[in-house]
């Protein structure tokens, strides 16, 4: 086992809790390295599983599989928020450098404590989270103070792509939404009049290096990430600096090392707030691979591995645009997509992810469109929207 703070070389096993597209692009960086990956997912058709090294199909919180994990890789990270804090600390009990570890993970585990975090630290960030109350118990509802009206309640667990929001207009509606949750914690939170959204990738080293790569603007449709264009087209340069100020306080005061997103919206009043915290490499951060010097995976790897981080510079203009399972499913039959039509322009890079099954909203692949202009970049995108069909 290397001693903490010895560079973890290439050549040795790096661990990856979960299988998902974002382990199989971490392993993909991984390897490109010369490091090796075992996966531990469930799933036999795990898309990281069928490219990695070593592929555990077991649970996360499986002792056996963890203890196998750990024989064999010298660091462990994680693809997903909700990986079982357990089994983050149980590798580290084993001796696998584990980063980030479950304190930095948790809070992004529930929105609670998230906001709760996001308050705690605005002043020291410069930006906190929209109002917001908790809503817990029956009695929290009579609380609620008008002004947080109309709000959006979100379940403190597992909401992603939107999924566990309901938007409630009056005390009645909020009662109602609250029902249909089951009566789970939630956060009610004043809907903001948002002007545009944006989010802040960085990275932080062990030995308290911290990068961040430019602010990326999102589009999303149905609550899930449609397109992410960088440089950001809607942003000043205040605004831009403020955004990254406060990601790399974030990043410092949980004492996280890998690679964490933060998702910002910027008020029609000019204000920003921050909405929420991935501990991870981000959907929108995919741009990364061909845009940047070194991808968000990589860096990822580097942090783990304990190697200096990359350069986060932007070498040229970019747009990312999510490949849903509804491009398989327009005219409502099953067919590949005309990917040959879209590759006719030489600046536009394809990353599928080696899902078998295309289903509505299932996030299959994403396309990076890069050039010289963010007009080059815009109409190479409007022009595989059509070429796919897309219509959200
Ligand atoms: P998820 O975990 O599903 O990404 P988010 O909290 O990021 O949940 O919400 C999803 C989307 O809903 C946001 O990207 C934004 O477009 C919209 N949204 C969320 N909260 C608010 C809010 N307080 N005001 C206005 N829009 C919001
Ligand atoms: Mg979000």
Redesign the pocket.
């Known amino acids: 086992m290397a001693d903490r703070l010895d560079p973890i070389l290439p050549g040795s096993y790096l661990g990856i809790l979960g299988g998902g597209q974002l382990g199989r692009m971490f392993t993909h960086a991984a390897q490109a390295m010369g490091y090796k990956v075992c996966v531990l997912d469930p799933d036999v058709n795990s898309p990281a599983g069928a490219v990695a090294e070593k592929h555990i199909q077991a649970d996360y919180v499986d002792h056996a599989a963890l203890k196998e994990l750990a024989s064999i890789c010298q660091a462990a990270s994680t693809e997903f928020e909700n990986v079982p804090a357990q089994a983050l600390d149980e590798l580290e009990a084993l001796g696998v450098y584990v980063a980030p570890t479950s304190a930095g993970v948790s809070v992004a585990q529930n929105r609670v404590a998230e906001k709760k975090f996001l308050a705690t630290w605005k002043d020291e960030a410069g930006i906190g989270p929209?109002p917001h109350l908790v809503i817990e118990r029956e009695a929290d509802i009579t609380h609620v103070p008008e002004n947080l009206f109309p709000g959006?309640l979100?379940t403190a667990r597992m909401?992603?792509?939107?999924?566990g929001?309901m938007t409630v207009h009056s005390r009645d509606e909020l009662t109602q939404a609250w029902e249909k949750f089951n009566k789970v914690i939630c956060v009610l939170?004043?809907?903001?009049d948002?002007a545009f959204?944006v989010s802040a990738l960085v990275a932080r080293g062990h030995d308290d290096e911290v990068v961040a790569y430019p602010v990326a603007e999102n589009i999303?449709k149905s609550?899930i990430l449609h397109t992410t264009t960088v440089p950001a087209p809607s942003i000043n340069a205040i605004q831009e600096k403020r955004i990254i100020e406060a990601a790399k306080a974030i990043i410092r005061r949980l004492d996280y090392v890998g690679v964490l997103c933060v998702?910002f919206?910027v008020l029609k009043s000019g204000d920003i707030v921050a909405?929420?915290i991935a501990p991870r490499p981000h959907n929108s951060g995919h741009y990364t691979q061909n845009a940047c010097v070194t991808s968000q995976f990589e860096q990822q790897v580097r942090a783990m591995a304990r190697v200096p981080l990359g350069s986060t510079e932007l070498v040229q203009s970019t747009i990312m645009l999510n490949i849903l399972g509804d491009e398989w499913l327009v005219d409502k039959k099953q067919s590949e997509p005309h990917w040959d039509e879209i590759l006719k322009h030489p600046k536009t890079k394809l990353h599928l992810y080696g899902k078998a099954e295309p289903r509505h909203g299932r996030k299959m692949g994403h396309i990076n469109f890069v050039g010289s202009t963010p007009g080059e970049v815009k109409l190479a995108c409007e022009n595989a929207i059509k070429v796919l069909r897309i219509s959200r």
């Open positions: 929209a959006i979100k909401g992603y792509d939107g999924k929001q939170e004043k809907r903001m948002l959204e999303h609550g998702e919206f909405n929420e």
